[in-house]
């Protein structure tokens, strides 16, 4: 089974801009979850997509977008991009419904904001 | 609210060396998971356990195993005669389970380096 795939792996975006990111999930797996991780704040929750609905959703402004596709794939979108966002970004995805279940992550993709 | 706190930043060790990696927790739920992952270089964290609140057995795989103390809301790592592989950033991480699951709340990582 392919592992979790994450697009791009590396982007370098400037203040003002946009960025999307892509999600492609273990095969049959339907939850697919999202984390920022920073030097300074560790591991942070951005939300949490089931069958396309989102079921939870972290701390962080309505510049952190995301959506989940028929296929499961995911995206997520930030806007009006800030050098606070410069991050890695990783996705999970779980077979199970609950988020108590076996996260499987990607290798993440690494934003730089200048 | 819950919390998973990691008190050591990073560990250095010699190849063949134990080494423990600690985590605390606070959480006001009955029911919750605790999970450890590892961190290698390449980025993706790798699941390694997770254990339910009423399962305070300590559980041994291999050269790891862990012990879960509920009387002082610790979960610790233990690596038996760790290997140069060993090398990573290792998250401790919490998900309340009382009112439908959490996201999981991550501790800030233990860098552990293993020197040959």
């Known amino acids: 089974k392919a592992g979790v795939t994450q697009t791009p792996r590396y982007l370098i975006k400037t203040r003002g801009q946009q960025v999307t990111l892509s999600c492609s999930p273990i095969s049959g797996h339907r939850s697919v979850s999202w984390y920022q991780q920073t030097p300074g704040q560790g591991l942070q929750f951005l939300f949490e997509y089931f069958s396309e609905t989102q079921r939870n959703k972290g701390n962080f402004p309505g510049r952190f977008s995301g959506r989940q596709f028929s296929n499961s794939r995911s995206e997520m979108n930030v806007s009006t991009l800030e050098l606070g966002d410069s991050a890695l970004y990783l996705c999970?995805?779980?077979?199970?419904?609950?988020?108590?279940?076996?996260?499987?992550f990607g290798e993440g993709s690494r934003l730089t904001v200048l | 609210a819950q919390k998973v706190t990691q008190a050591q930043t990073e560990i250095s060790v010699v190849e063949k060396e134990d080494v423990t990696l600690d985590c605390v927790y606070e959480t006001r739920d009955t029911t919750y998971y605790l999970f450890w992952y590892k961190q290698p270089p390449s980025g993706e964290l790798v699941f390694l356990i997770r254990?339910?609140?009423?399962?305070?057995q300590n559980e041994i795989s291999g050269r790891y195993s862990w012990n879960f103390q509920k009387s002082t809301s610790s979960f610790n790592f233990t690596i038996t005669a760790s290997q140069v592989v060993d090398s990573a950033v290792y998250f401790c991480?919490?998900?309340?389970?009382?009112?439908?699951?959490?996201?999981?709340?991550f501790g800030k990582g233990t860098r552990l380096s293993v020197i040959a």
């Open positions: 254990r339910n609140s009423f399962d305070e």
């Open positions: 991480a919490l998900s309340e389970a009382g009112s439908g699951n959490t996201p999981l709340v």
């Open positions: 999970a995805s779980s077979e199970s419904d609950r988020l108590a279940g076996e996260l499987f």
